[in-house]
């Protein structure tokens, strides 16, 4: 019964009474109004075999200077409430409401607060709770995907490298990520940072483990005037075209109703730590610096949205050809 509520929460912690290999972090982002300075911060657990290697974690990516520190602490250093997203790493608490950091020294001395409102969760249904669709309940999957905040407001500061950094009317963005091992290959882009408030994009396609085999599977969210526009593997629609370069990444996607089609310019970027089934030490390099162009259209070809994403984060990672040939 837990682990059914559980998975009508994603942004729960879902790793209470799983067995090693189990790794599960949050994804926090925070972009200030004027959009010069760029956080990503990501708290998490990763329970390996080996006891040796298990540890609670605080990742931060600066995409401002294209920094990334990683803050290991003992695995009991790691607390979440049951009922809620409500996390401590060390002296760091992170929730829906607000984070807050009391990170390293010196010139990767992170303190402060920052806090959320009008949050907008990906909706939760009984045939599909949350961005995966009815994938979610199926008890074998490598990695699960969760977003708990597709946009919404920030509020306060954080005192970083010696100088406060003032987040208030900045946007942010929430998401999540639990199982045993990042995917082999992954396209992963997301920004909230249009001409127009309001808009967020988030999608992804990669590898998926299933019965001894694996497909490319994608799962694509475009919120837009109030309302979720879904593409992925789960609802029927399919990749038309699919192009990973040095400097972009193609991708367009159509089904019954509407076309999407995104250009991310890829920018330089930070490694950072991802898990595989032995360790923390998979380098993943991101950036928050990229920009997506947006188009969607309807089956006449008429636009229903153009525009361009700022700040966006973007990973592109793995076998990257067998990505590619899967289609």
């Avoid at 954080?158 to 639990?178: A, I, N, P, T």
């Avoid at 599977?217 to 979720?228: A, K, T, Y």
């Amino acid at each position: 019964m837990g682990r059914w509520r559980d998975t009508l929460h994603p942004e729960r912690f879902q790793g209470r009474g799983r067995r090693p290999p189990w790794f599960e972090g949050w994804y926090y982002k925070l972009v200030d109004a004027a959009g010069r300075q760029r956080l990503a911060v990501i708290p998490g657990v990763f329970l390996g075999a080996d006891p040796a290697s298990r540890h609670a974690f605080v990742q931060v990516l600066d995409g401002t200077t294209g920094r990334a520190r990683y803050h290991r602490y003992p695995a009991q250093e790691f607390e979440a409430a049951p009922d809620r997203l409500e996390v401590r790493v060390g002296k760091s608490r992170f929730g829906t409401s607000s984070l807050e950091l009391d990170l390293g020294e010196g010139e990767g001395r992170l303190r402060g607060a920052v806090h959320f409102s009008a949050f907008q969760p990906w909706p939760v249904r009984l045939h599909a709770p949350g961005i995966m669709g009815w994938y979610a309940w199926v008890p074998f999957m490598e990695c699960y995907h969760g977003v708990v905040s597709l946009d919404h407001a920030l509020d306060g500061g954080l005192e970083l490298g010696g100088q406060r950094v003032d987040w208030s009317g900045g946007r942010g963005y929430v998401e999540k990520d639990w199982g045993r091992a990042f995917p082999s290959a992954y396209v992963w882009m997301q920004t909230n940072h249009f001409g127009e408030p309001g808009i967020s994009l988030t999608a992804s396609i990669a590898m998926i483990p299933w019965i001894r085999r694996a497909f490319r599977g994608f799962i694509v969210g475009l919120w837009h005037q109030g309302r979720l526009h879904r593409f992925a593997t789960y609802t029927g629609a399919r990749t038309e075209t699919l192009e990973i370069a040095d400097g972009h990444v193609l991708w367009s996607l159509r089904d019954r109703r509407l076309r999407l089609e995104l250009r991310a310019t890829r920018a330089p970027g930070a490694p950072l730590v991802g898990p595989s089934r032995t360790e923390m030490h998979r380098r993943v390099d991101e950036t928050l610096t990229s920009s997506v162009e947006v188009r969607l259209s309807d089956r006449a070809g008429r636009t229903l949205f153009a525009g361009t994403g700022r700040n966006a984060g973007l990973e592109v990672h793995g076998d990257l050809a067998r990505l590619l040939a899967e289609g």
